[in-house]
């Protein structure tokens, strides 16, 4: 028997209309779908906000979601890695789709947990998921289908790698071969910062127990592509630009991400379909030949080298803090483009406003390094307007008080007409959140402004 769930935004604006067929036999009742967002950072409160402007979606849940989430979702205390409690979770609330943040929770299996399980989710495979969680894995898929990046070997043993570096030029690109929470590449200038990080990741696995890629180092400005993918169909992006330096003028050290922006006026729609045609869509492909098909975001982290657009790495998810710029110039229905993709069905035209979007990350004073938390937030009320989205990243809320919870802690995005002005609304809105543990970085955009 052949069951179809179709959802139709409603009459009024709000309630959907709850179309099943089956066997042809159209039946209509209303119905708001439930959606269960999983992950709790700034990422996830855009994905959360952007659910929430669809008028098919009813009650979101967000799995662990955070103290500014709380205001759009129902909060549930499971951690993103416990997946088989999410997925009874999703059964017993009658969850219609599930959406996955975070990559701890599709290289822990979610999508496997869930599909098994006969519900709708929006992530990749673990299969598909490797495409993050091995370097070497994404590096051999783009040797073998001619996807531009940096030239590379993989090394186990620690005599051969330093061998290896030795012989070759400065600064070298480390590369643990694993999920390291973004702190797995280290750039040494030197042979002995280099035969030290080699150390730490082949002899003393402070990372994990890892291989390592060694990679010709790349110059030009960096960009993200991240683009829906539904097996061999990609539907691209707004494209965004990251800062991942602590400090202004692009110093100190990696970060999460400080700040970020969308669109590109350095990047040309030459090479954006450069991009498409020559990185994203094979990558795809060659996903699906591999028997990894892959299915929800693929974050192409690209650079614009002298020589041309190469690959610096894939992410297997919504990019942090790219989404909480690019989800805020979608104008279609985000429930829509989830539902097609895992449900394998039509893509709806994917539109997108012709506005810029430029965000600050407050983080906590020491990040990425050690820091407080429990630091009282206020002036969140004064910072609001209607071209400010605040979203938060680590925050919690205890007695009625947003305090500072984790390293970034609230992400402020402003919206305009040019990227100017979309900084201005920003910087004010920060000018006026007050705590006394937080830090951010004005120059974000410095490239474009
Ligand atoms: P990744 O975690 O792979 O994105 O690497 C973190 C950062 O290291 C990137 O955003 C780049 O700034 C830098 N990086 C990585 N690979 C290279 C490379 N081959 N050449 C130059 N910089 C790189
Ligand atoms: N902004 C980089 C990332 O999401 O990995």
Not at 58 to 74: D, S, T, V
Not at 253 to 265: F, I, R, V
Not at 333 to 358: H, L, N, Q
Not at 407 to 429: F, N, P, Q
Request: hydrophobic share 40%; glycine share 12%.
């Amino acid at each position: 028997m052949e069951i179809i769930n179709h959802l139709q935004p409603g009459p009024d604006g709000h309630a959907a209309v709850y179309t099943k067929i089956v066997k042809g036999v159209e039946m209509e009742h209303p119905k708001e779908a439930v959606v269960l967002v999983v992950g709790g950072g700034g990422r996830c409160h855009a994905i959360v906000d952007a659910l929430s402007r669809s008028p098919q979606v009813g009650k979101i849940y967000c799995a662990p979601g955070n103290a500014g989430i709380a205001a759009q979702a129902e909060c549930v205390p499971l951690k993103e890695t416990q997946v088989e409690q999410l997925r009874d979770f999703a059964r017993e609330k009658g969850v219609d789709l599930t959406v996955v943040g975070p990559e701890v929770a599709l290289a822990a299996g979610i999508v496997d947990v869930f599909t098994a399980a006969g519900l709708r989710i929006f992530g990749p495979s673990k299969a598909a998921a490797v495409i993050e969680s091995s370097k070497d894995f994404a590096k051999q898929l783009m040797a073998k289908y001619n996807v531009p990046t940096a030239a590379y070997r993989t090394f186990e043993d620690y005599d051969a790698a330093l061998e290896y570096v030795r012989n070759g030029s400065f600064p070298v690109v480390l590369k643990y071969d694993g999920l390291a929470a973004g702190k797995g590449v280290v750039i040494p200038e030197t042979f002995d910062e280099a035969e030290h990080t080699l150390k730490d990741m082949l002899l003393d696995d402070k990372f994990g127990k890892g291989k390592v890629v060694v990679e010709e180092f790349l110059t030009g400005p960096e960009f993200s592509f991240m683009c829906f993918v539904d097996g061999g169909n990609v539907y691209p992006m707004a494209l965004s630009q990251d800062h991942k330096r602590a400090y202004e003028g692009d110093k100190g050290p990696n970060t999460g991400g400080m700040g970020a922006y969308s669109p590109l006026p350095f990047i040309s729609d030459e090479d954006k379909e450069y991009a498409m045609e020559h990185i994203m869509k094979p990558v795809a492909s060659a996903m699906v030949k591999e028997g990894r098909p892959f299915k929800g975001v693929l974050y192409g982290g690209l650079m614009k080298t002298p020589s041309g657009i190469k690959v610096i790495e894939f992410n297997c998810r919504f990019g942090d803090p790219e989404t909480e710029v690019v989800l805020p110039l979608l104008e279609s229905d985000i429930y829509d483009i989830f539902s097609a993709v895992a449900d394998g069905g039509p893509m709806p035209e994917i539109k997108w406003e012709d506005k810029s979007s430029m965000g600050f990350v407050m983080a906590s004073k020491g990040y990425p390094g050690s820091y407080d938390k429990g630091h009282v937030i206020e002036g969140l009320e004064d910072a609001s307007d209607p071209d400010v989205r605040i979203y938060h990243m680590g925050t919690a809320e205890k007695e009625g008080k947003i305090l500072t919870a984790g390293g970034r802690v609230l992400m402020v995005i402003g919206s305009g007409d040019t990227l100017k002005s979309a900084h201005d609304k920003a910087l004010e809105a920060v000018g006026k959140i007050k705590c006394d543990n937080l830090f951010y970085r004005r120059d974000i955009g410095w490239r474009v402004l």
